[in-house]
């Protein structure tokens, strides 16, 4: 891991997000609430703050960070036709949550394929990335390429 013992403590965010592309009948089925394994975007939303909070055992060389807030919106999106998840995540810490974030939103991805692979296996998770960061020593950073609250 890198030694962060000499960064100052500062608030830092994140904000990922990410996509599951579906076809048009498992979308149906997911926004009737017809999946037999259950309420999709509620587990999925679960799955993801969880996930956050497990991120230092997950991928090896991470800090465990005591996380301060996060938060999962896993919505439906029927231009894709899919599901967007966003995840915001915030520590008072010496180092950053973009991996918190990412894997917040990689986990709600994963958990609805999983909630909805027996309608649709040929489902695709894409689109997972940093939106945007604030805090530390770099100070803010937004994904100029993208506006994070436009439509897909």
């Known amino acids: 891991m890198v030694d962060v013992g000499e960064k100052d403590v500062t608030r830092r965010t994140a904000m990922a997000e990410g996509r599951v592309r579906m076809s048009g009948e498992a979308f149906d089925l997911v926004r009737n609430q017809a999946i037999k394994k259950g309420d999709v975007l509620g587990v ?3 799955a993801g703050i969880q996930a956050a909070k497990r991120t230092a ?3 090896p060389l991470c800090h465990p960070l005591p996380l301060d807030y ?3 919106d896993v919505m439906l999106e029927e231009a894709l036709p899919g599901v967007r998840v966003t995840a915001v995540v915030r520590v008072e810490s010496r180092t950053g949550v973009e991996m ?3 894997t917040a939103v990689s986990v709600a991805c994963l958990t609805v ?3 909805v692979k027996a309608v649709d296996r ?3 998770i894409e689109g997972i990335r940093v939106l945007e960061k604030t805090g530390g020593r770099s100070g803010e950073w937004r994904d ?3 506006n994070p609250y436009e439509e897909v």
Do not use: H, P, S
């Open 44 to 46: 999925a939303k679960v």
């Open 57 to 59: 055992e997950l991928i």
């Open 70 to 72: 996060i938060e999962v």
């Open 100 to 102: 918190e974030a990412l």
């Open 113 to 115: 394929y999983d909630m």
């Open 122 to 124: 040929a489902m695709r």
């Open 144 to 146: 100029a390429a993208v």
